[in-house]
């Protein structure tokens, strides 16, 4: 795919336990253009997680290459990379992983104390995010103090704040009940359709991949098919 | 100071813990502000003493006393430019043992004289003077007691018994002294020898010890040596030494002060390291997913290390900066013993090198755990979670 926002080339992730070794992704090839929707699904243990942390910089690929808006991430160096991913990635974590001691805007504002911007920016940012999110009203909450939908929305928000390239998601209803599910995917699909954001989510649930555009399977490594919604 | 709030947050995690952490902390700077004050304290004679002045005391102990004829003898030798004895009073104030001061019966214009740095009004000098039962008292003694000038002090004797048996001597107050510089012995008590040798009951012509100034401080070792040869073989043989080695020498009866308080001070910070280092070590384990979602955040590895290091010092100078205030405090409410100890104070040398201390703390209690953070796989430690 020439204009692919990601493009994902033979790319293969050995792991090895002691002297066993596991082939989680070979040779798998994908590409994702700008303001594309899709989800990962497929059995547990067939590289999904695996390959949205390649994508996000998280973890280095074994062998082969990925590009994310033609800048080639598996030949950055581990700081340059950290830096990468505070400017381009977006990261929706299925146990939300919000930080217990700050409130809701102190998790939301994280992102942006990697960046140069003043105190009010900072506020103003973080005040959109939250708007957006619609947890105005719970800003100043501590993450015991929300739902587990609100705690998404939240995580949802510290995402966003830096208005990133891409939001990769993890089970981002994983935790969730079917309504809090529904409303997050709700508000992914609003930040796919209205803000333009280009998300790829992982997903044992049907339910929310039927919200994507696209439906990608994986199993034991191998793209397998893909699906149009 | 934008990641200030966090690194806050973060100690506050664990309130019980941090608390009992930075208490650990500041126990121990005020330990280390205490000991600081009590070596500046014992130190203090050895820091004021003069390169140019020489103590002659008898040569089989200070204790022994030796003639006051030896006086003019020693003045007469080349080199020397004054000369001034000392005796050992010992007397209590009160009755009470714990009341202890030194106390010595003198020649005041040879005190004066060999001893600038005793600062006395004019008038007060005067006075003294012309009183043959008078004394004069440091501040620190005359505060301690509330002595006012013109007072009547009685000291029971435990030496020197007077002519009719008498134990109590009864001196007025002519004057108080101050110390031309700080470390200056101010808790002394000096009254005529005059009067003190006419009125006790035995050891008359006998006096403690010689001070002896010379007139140049390189020529001292000649002058000790040739003062410690005229008189050899004579019933009272002297050891001359200089004042500084004189007053180490007395130091060191009680033991390598320095040495104690420095031993004392290692276990201390040695403990104290591994309760720091526990407490981060225990929150950095605690918080694995955590940093590992500042680090998928785009926290760079010296992020993650500089920000565990920042609450480790955080927590080592709040404890140690609270430590170091209140023995400030305590110390400026004068030294545990009363006053015998006149130069116990906190040195700005050593709250800097109690400053300089809590910053090690910080880094070397936290270093190990900080460099644990950095090496944190994210994928592992998410995947972990």
């Not at chain 2, 690194?7 to 000991?35: C, D, E, P, Q």
Request: some cysteine; aromatic content about 8%.
């Amino acid at each position: 795919m020439a204009d692919a926002l990601v493009q994902v080339t033979d790319l293969h992730k050995v792991f090895r336990r002691g002297s066993e070794r596991i082939d989680v992704l070979q040779g798998t090839n994908l590409g994702i253009p700008k303001g594309d929707f899709v989800a990962l699904m497929g059995p547990s243990g067939s590289g999904k997680t695996t390959l949205l942390n390649l994508i996000g910089g998280l973890d280095r690929p074994t062998r082969g290459s990925i590009a994310v808006g033609g800048k080639r991430i598996d030949k950055l160096s581990g700081g340059q990379l950290a830096k990468w991913r505070a400017r381009h990635i977006g990261f929706v974590f299925q146990l939300y992983n919000l930080l217990p001691v700050l409130t809701a805007v102190g998790n939301v504002e994280l992102p942006l104390l990697l960046t140069g911007l003043g105190r009010g920016e900072r506020k103003r940012h973080v005040a959109t995010a939250l708007a957006i999110v619609g947890l105005t009203d719970r800003a100043k909450h501590y993450p015991r103090q929300l739902s587990g939908g609100q705690e998404q929305r939240v995580g949802i928000a510290r995402a966003i704040v830096t208005d990133p390239t891409l939001l990769l998601c993890d089970e981002p209803t994983g935790d969730l009940d079917r309504k809090s599910g529904d409303e997050i995917m709700a508000l992914l699909v609003t930040l796919n359709q209205q803000h333009g954001k280009t998300i790829i989510m992982v997903t044992h649930d049907p339910r929310a991949a039927a919200r994507a555009r696209r439906v990608l399977y994986l199993d034991k490594g191998v793209l397998t098919t893909e699906a149009t919604v | 100071m934008k990641f200030l709030p966090l690194i806050w947050h973060n100690l506050m995690r664990r309130k019980i813990r941090t608390i009992f952490t930075l208490l650990s902390i500041l126990v121990a700077f005020v330990l280390y502000g205490y000991l600081a004050a009590l070596s500046a304290g014992f130190s203090a004679g050895v820091d004021v003493a003069d390169a140019d002045r020489l103590v002659l005391i008898h040569k089989v102990s200070l204790i022994q006393l030796l003639p006051i004829s030896y006086g003019p003898r020693i003045a007469q030798t080349e080199g020397v430019v004054d000369v001034c004895h000392f005796t050992f009073f010992g007397g209590i104030y009160q009755k009470k043992q714990s009341n202890f001061f030194m106390q010595m019966p003198v020649v005041p214009e040879c005190l004066f004289k060999l001893y600038p740095e005793f600062v006395l009004p004019d008038a007060q000098k005067k006075a003294w003077l012309a009183d043959r039962t008078g004394a004069i008292v440091g501040r620190a003694t005359a505060n301690r007691f509330g002595w006012k000038v013109d007072d009547r002090v009685p000291l029971q004797a435990t030496i020197w018994q007077q002519r009719d048996r008498q134990t109590t001597w009864t001196f007025t107050i002519d004057g108080i002294y101050d110390g031309a510089k700080k470390g200056v012995d101010t808790t002394q008590f000096f009254f005529h020898y005059d009067y003190f040798d006419e009125a006790r009951w035995f050891g008359q012509g006998m006096v403690g010890w010689y001070v002896i100034r010379v007139d140049h401080p390189e020529r001292a070792a000649d002058v000790a040596k040739r003062l410690d040869a005229m008189f050899a073989n004579s019933p009272e043989e002297t050891k001359t030494t200089a004042e500084k080695a004189f007053a180490q020498a007395f130091l060191n009866q009680i033991g390598d002060i320095g040495l104690i308080i420095r031993s004392i001070l290692a276990v201390v910070f040695f403990v104290l390291l591994f309760v720091a280092g526990n407490t981060m070590a225990q929150s950095v384990r605690e918080r694995t997913n955590e940093l590992a979602v500042l680090k998928t955040l785009g926290f760079t590895n010296p992020g993650v290390l500089a920000l565990v290091l920042a609450e480790s010092c955080c927590l080592a100078v709040v404890g140690g900066g609270l430590g170091l205030a209140l023995v400030t405090l305590l110390t400026r409410a004068g030294d545990p013993t009363g006053g015998l100890i006149p130069g116990f104070i906190l040195r700005a040398r050593d709250v800097l090198v109690g400053v300089g201390l809590t910053l090690a703390l910080g880094i070397v209690a936290g270093v190990f755990p900080a460099l644990r953070a950095t090496r944190l796989r994210i994928a592992d430690a998410l995947r972990r979670s």
